[in-house]
């Protein structure tokens, strides 16, 4: 690995004006030596170059779905007032039809957000692919391949918001929790529902274990990114690490520079870049042989964190809790006692 050193954030608003910076900003300040190389992406308007078109077609046809699936989930109901009186008469087989014919479809919509999953974990592979393959080093790769590298912050953007609806939504664990005992139930009857034609039993098992899990698209992805570092064993574990670690260096200044705050067009583009920082914090954290959280990581953890504190807190609380508790190295001895408790 190298590393740059060129110092011209004085430089950096004039530049701008004059139209000289691009769509790609390098900063690399002497203080970030030991983190490696800051590439800055341009995350709003980065568009493919004729190497990047089949990956980023490939990986563009799974994002077209992901507005629709967040807005599935957001406008996610469930069938509470049906189940709870369908469990309190057992008798009335009415209000037993009833509520049944109410979880169905949303437990086929549930379904859809399960497969949905599954795409997007080949999507991921997909960019991990070519964001890390030789003989590009992982930051040459950011900055030739803009479009992929803001399609991966897209899919982390998704992931991050998809499992924060989740989990402040019970209605999706007590809609398929009740949706399995009524199959299990017409199943010791010696009855089959039409329904479990869509949903059968190796399929509700496999969605069972996705729901259960507090953040379920996030743990796809790492156990996506895991697998994906086992099976490539001729590439070096540092060139997906470096990749995630640089990305989380681009978010943090971009974030905490305001130079380059000023230069975002789009409102929502803080919360991206704070999602995207925390998904590749995730990310690196669960592949990295030692972590995120230790001094030897190549992610500023204080930075990162201090960044999220000073946003308002309920913008970013669903991102402490998900770097709290789906991170696998913040209780390791090796994570200092000052970051343990900034993020308590």
């Known amino acids: 690995m190298f590393f740059f050193c060129v110092i011209f954030l004085k430089l950096l608003p004039s530049l701008c004006s004059r139209g000289l910076m691009g769509n790609l900003l390098k900063v690399l300040a002497c203080t970030e030596l030991e983190h490696g190389p800051i590439v800055f992406l341009d995350f709003e308007h980065a568009q493919p170059t004729e190497a990047e078109t089949a990956v980023w077609n490939q990986v563009s046809a799974v994002l077209e779905e992901a507005h629709g699936i967040l807005a599935e989930l957001q406008s996610y109901n469930g069938a509470g007032q049906e189940i709870r009186e369908a469990i309190q008469n057992p008798g009335d087989l009415a209000l037993q039809e009833k509520?049944?014919?109410?979880?169905?479809?949303?437990?086929?919509?549930?379904?859809?957000?399960?497969?949905?999953?599954?795409?997007?974990?080949?999507?991921?592979?997909?960019?991990?692919?070519?964001?890390?393959?030789?003989?590009?080093?992982?930051?040459?790769?950011?900055?030739?391949?803009?479009?992929?590298?803001?399609?991966?912050?897209?899919?982390?953007?998704?992931?991050?918001?998809?499992?924060?609806?989740?989990?402040?939504?019970?209605?999706?664990?007590?809609?398929?929790?009740?949706?399995?005992?009524?199959?299990?139930?017409?199943?010791?009857?010696?009855?089959?529902?039409?329904?479990?034609?869509?949903?059968?039993?190796?399929?509700?098992?496999?969605?069972?274990?996705?729901?259960?899990?507090?953040?379920?698209?996030?743990?796809?992805?790492?156990?996506?990114?895991?697998?994906?570092?086992?099976?490539?064993?001729?590439?070096?574990?540092?060139?997906?690490?470096?990749?995630?670690?640089?990305?989380?260096?681009?978010?943090?200044?971009?974030?905490?520079?305001?130079?380059?705050?000023?230069?975002?067009?789009?409102?929502?583009?803080?919360?991206?870049?704070?999602?995207?920082?925390?998904?590749?914090?995730?990310?690196?954290?669960?592949?990295?042989?030692?972590?995120?959280?230790?001094?030897?990581?190549?992610?500023?953890?204080?930075g990162c964190i201090k960044v999220l504190k000073e946003q308002p807190s309920n913008s970013v609380e669903g991102l402490l809790n998900a770097l709290r508790y789906t991170t696998r190295h913040l209780n390791d001895d090796s994570t200092s006692k000052q970051i343990r408790a900034l993020l308590q």
């Open 99 to 302: 509520a049944w014919n109410a979880v169905c479809p949303l437990v086929a919509k549930l379904k859809r957000f399960y497969e949905f999953s599954l795409r997007l974990e080949n999507a991921l592979r997909s960019l991990l692919e070519a964001l890390t393959s030789p003989p590009y080093a992982p930051m040459q790769h950011l900055e030739r391949e803009q479009a992929l590298a803001k399609q991966f912050a897209e899919i982390l953007h998704f992931t991050l918001s998809f499992d924060e609806l989740k989990m402040t939504n019970p209605a999706i664990q007590n809609d398929f929790s009740y949706y399995r005992r009524t199959i299990s139930r017409n199943r010791l009857n010696n009855q089959q529902l039409e329904a479990e034609n869509e949903v059968n039993n190796e399929m509700a098992n496999r969605m069972s274990l996705f729901y259960a899990e507090a953040t379920p698209m996030l743990k796809t992805l790492s156990n996506a990114t895991t697998k994906f570092v086992s099976e490539n064993k001729t590439l070096p574990i540092e060139d997906t690490t470096d990749c995630l670690s640089t990305m989380a260096c681009v978010c943090r200044v971009m974030l905490e520079t305001p130079e380059y705050r000023c230069r975002f067009t789009n409102t929502d583009t803080m919360l991206f870049c704070m999602r995207v920082m925390v998904g590749v914090i995730i990310l690196y954290d669960h592949v990295h042989p030692v972590g995120a959280f230790a001094k030897t990581s190549k992610i500023d953890m204080k």
